[in-house]
């Protein structure tokens, strides 16, 4: 009800003062209510006792929504939580059955999509997992462990300019992910941009000084000649 007042006896009372009323072009209550009644599709002698119904009926589609809402929750963390136990057992079939149940109940969880992605890796299904994991970052643009995912599958395939687009994506979200600095140096090495290559291992080092395949990669940039 628009600001509107009901009295004692079920009348109206001051809907929204004069500026409501000149608005409506009228200059007196019944006449406001008349227009009221219309636009909400009921009979106008009836639009009092219609606005209590009308409230009642949103809070009821509200309270089943949420409801749902819950119940979708529920399944969807239940099949997540058996299908990593299946995960961790070594059924990775079983794995990804449980867990594109979970996202049907759930379907716009990135970390589900995410849990998805590696039990296809394990799989063996590329095509899957780099699917999953575009829909990840669809989701959630800075879930940095898709992001360095996605800028593997992009380097083995050999697309380095892709690869290096999902390493800086995934130190820009998480700026302490050591790995994704590596990543991102050795793909920007691979492109004969050493200078930045060496910047990116500098900082995998300043966050892990005793990164073994850092180190390794820093004496191998060191070798390279600058661009």
């Known amino acids: ?3 509107g007042k009901v009295d004692a006896e079920g009348g ?4 929204a003062g004069d500026d409501f009323l000149d608005d409506l072009g009228v200059d007196d209550q019944a006449a406001a209510h008349q227009r009221l009644a219309f636009a909400h599709g009921f009979e106008p002698e009836d639009a009092v006792a219609h606005e209590p119904m009308a409230v009642a ?21 239940s099949k997540a939580i058996r299908g990593q136990q299946e995960l961790d057992a070594g059924d990775s079939l079983k794995a990804v059955e ?29 095509p899957g997992e780099r699917d999953a994991l575009e829909k990840a970052i669809q989701i959630d643009p800075d879930m940095a462990a898709a992001h360095n995912q996605l ?12 690869a290096e687009e999902h390493f800086r994506e995934a130190v820009r979200a998480a700026p302490t992910f050591v790995e994704a600095w590596i990543n991102l140096a050795a793909a920007l090495g691979t492109q004969s941009k050493v200078s930045e290559a060496r910047k990116a291992i500098e900082r995998a080092l300043q966050l892990d000084p005793n990164n073994d395949e850092a180190q390794q990669l820093q004496q191998e940039l060191a070798k390279a000649v600058r661009p």
């Not at 109206?12 to 809907?15: P, S």
């Open 1 to 3: 009800m628009l600001g």
């Open 151 to 162: 800028g593997y599958l992009a380097s083995r395939g050999g697309d380095m300019v892709s």
């Open 57 to 77: 009926e949103h809070e009821l589609k509200l309270y089943r929504e949420a409801s749902q809402s819950m119940e979708n929750a529920t399944v969807a963390e």
């Open 98 to 126: 449980l867990y594109r149940e979970a996202l049907q109940a759930s379907p716009g969880d990135a970390l589900l999509y995410y849990k998805l992605s590696i039990a296809l890796e394990q799989l063996g299904d590329v």
């Open 12 to 15: 109206a009372a001051d809907l």
